[in-house]
């Protein structure tokens, strides 16, 4: 009986990991991982890393790295991704490329579009298993199941506002490789609605509320509010709630106008919380301008009637 309990225990936390991906508490400066279309403000070239500690104190709880790397050239946009999940026996690991397009839709408003590409990789380490009657024959050693994704996105940023719409897994697709008869199965559906305001904007303090919006085949919606204060562009806060009855404080520092590094703890007010339940999330982020401003800023000299000398400015953009 034990045996047919713990079996079903792993189907259902296999399912809901497989199935639901992480929902990142600091969405707000990691748009990229949910949403091909977005596109740094100022930044043509930068990375970003970010690491997640769900439920800490708790054996075999969920962690998660991101890597992630880009560069804009014009209007065209190429980002790399590297992912990596891992709970109890489980993990994933996902590599993806994206490339995204803008176009201008007025003067201050920009439209986005993204596609993207995924190679997903599960792995069921059995070998971590400990029995108290002697072990399944069916649940040993190591398997590993591959298959391939598709996503795409919309994204528009204007001065004072943002608004998103990223599908990263479109498809419920078979793995290419599909040996394994219990797990044969990479099939997770997502899709994100983001947005945000701002409602004060100076430079002595930004206060920009953003609210995320994630739903997944077969998983209840889940929702993130967030109230987040720029200090002279300098000191980041902010102060979050996410269904589930989570409470997100964050807390940061943006360095150099190009680095920023963000820390978010989880507080739980649910029943997990009994157990220890502390969930830390931790990004750095580096973005710089291949060219400074005035590199797309031509002199042209021109004479005028007297033969005197005017400067002209071009914009090349």
Known sequence: MKKILYILFLLIVHQGFAQ???????????????????TSEDKELGASALYRNQWMGIKGAPSSFIGNFYVSTGRSKFDAQFLYDR????????????????????????????????????????????????????????????????????????GDWHAGLGAPYLFANRNLNSASELYNDVSYQHFYITGGYKVINNRSMTFYPT?????????????????????NNLIWGSVGYKTGNTIVLS?????????????????????????????HEISMGYGMDLFSKNSFVKRKFVTRKGGRMRNKRRNWR
């Open 211 to 231: 609210s995320m919006i994630k739903w997944t085949a077969g998983a209840p919606v889940s929702l993130s509010v967030d109230a987040n204060f720029l200090f």
């Open 87 to 158: 709970i109890t026996i489980f993990s994933h690991l996902e590599a993806g490329l994206s490339y995204s397009y803008t176009i201008k839709l007025g003067v201050a408003t920009r439209m986005s579009f993204g596609i993207k590409a995924t190679y997903n990789q599960q792995t069921y380490d059995y070998n971590q298993l400990h029995y108290f009657d002697g072990g399944d024959p069916n649940l040993i050693g190591v398997v590993k199941t591959q298959g391939v994704n598709f996503g795409t996105g919309l994204f528009f940023r204007h």
């Open 251 to 279: 807390t940061g520092v943006l360095l150099w106008k190009n680095f920023k590094i963000i820390y978010s703890y989880d507080l739980s007010l649910g029943k997990v919380s009994k157990y220890g339940g502390m969930t």
């Open 20 to 38: 639901n991906r992480v929902n990142y508490s600091q969405y707000m400066h990691n748009h990229q991982i949910f949403n091909p279309a977005y």
